[in-house]
């Protein structure tokens, strides 16, 4: 299996410009979680999705970002416009069925917004 | 707002040493888990705890969950290079999905 899938793995852009991070989450998942990682505030949930619904959205930040799960191979998280504190690793990460199982993360992608 | 506090914030040791890292909270929770983090990579995995007083091995790591389920402690005996990383401890409370990660420990292992 090749793992959860992130792109791109870095993104640097300009302040007001409009980001999209993408994510392929492990096959046969059906949870799929967003994570920003900044060593201000460490790891943060974002946003959570099951069986690619949004169950909950009350760790994005503000209005600005936006998450969506069309299918169950793909997501994406985009802000805009992006601001400079947006700068941070975000991570994507997918689990299988069940309350314990494994929480798989990607490689995150390195977004700096100059 | 739940709060998990790692101690120490950075360790710095030479091959061999044994260490301790402590993840602690004034909540109660259902599980734990720990995970280890490296440069450009997203965290992996170590071991879930699930009940109080709960010992795990793996090599040369040692998981305690507390017997009240508001702390853990992960010991590294005779740590080698290889256990550079940063380690984070993130736990969750009971029917939920969502864990809230530690503050994490950034370990260096001199050669």
């Known amino acids: 299996d090749a793992g959860v899938i992130q792109s791109p793995r870095h993104e640097v852009t300009e302040m007001g410009q409009e980001v999209t991070l993408r994510c392929k989450p492990i096959?046969?998942?059906?949870?799929l979680f967003w994570y920003r990682q900044t060593m201000m505030r460490g790891l943060e949930l974002l946003i959570y999705?099951?069986?690619?619904?949004?169950?909950?959205d009350s760790g994005m930040p503000e209005d600005r970002f936006s998450a969506k799960m069309p299918n169950a191979s793909f997501s994406t998280l985009k802000i805009q416009p992006s601001e400079p504190r947006d700068s941070a690793v975000y991570f994507c990460?997918?689990?299988?069925?069940?309350?314990?199982?494994?929480?798989?993360f990607g490689p995150g992608t390195r977004l700096l917004v100059l | 707002t739940q709060l998990l506090e790692q101690s120490p914030q950075f360790l710095s040791i030479q091959e061999g040493e044994n260490l301790t890292v402590y993840c602690n909270s004034s909540?109660?929770?259902?599980?734990l888990q720990w995970y280890r983090q490296e440069p450009g990579e997203g965290p992996v995995l170590l071991v879930t705890?699930?009940?109080?007083?709960e010992v795990k091995k793996l090599k040369r790591l040692t998981f305690q969950f507390g017997d009240a389920r508001k702390d853990s402690s992960l010991h590294i005996t005779a740590a080698q290079p290889g256990d550079t990383g940063l380690y984070l401890c993130?736990?969750?409370?009971?029917?939920?999905?969502?864990?809230?990660f530690g503050t994490g420990t950034r370990l260096k292992v001199l050669a």
């Open positions: 705890v699930v009940t109080g007083g």
């Open positions: 993130a736990a969750t409370t009971s029917g939920t999905y969502k864990y809230i």
């Open positions: 990460a997918s689990r299988g069925t069940g309350s314990l199982e494994t929480q798989y």
């Open positions: 096959s046969g998942h059906n949870s």
């Open positions: 909540s109660v929770f259902s599980s």
């Open positions: 999705f099951n069986n690619n619904v949004p169950i909950d």
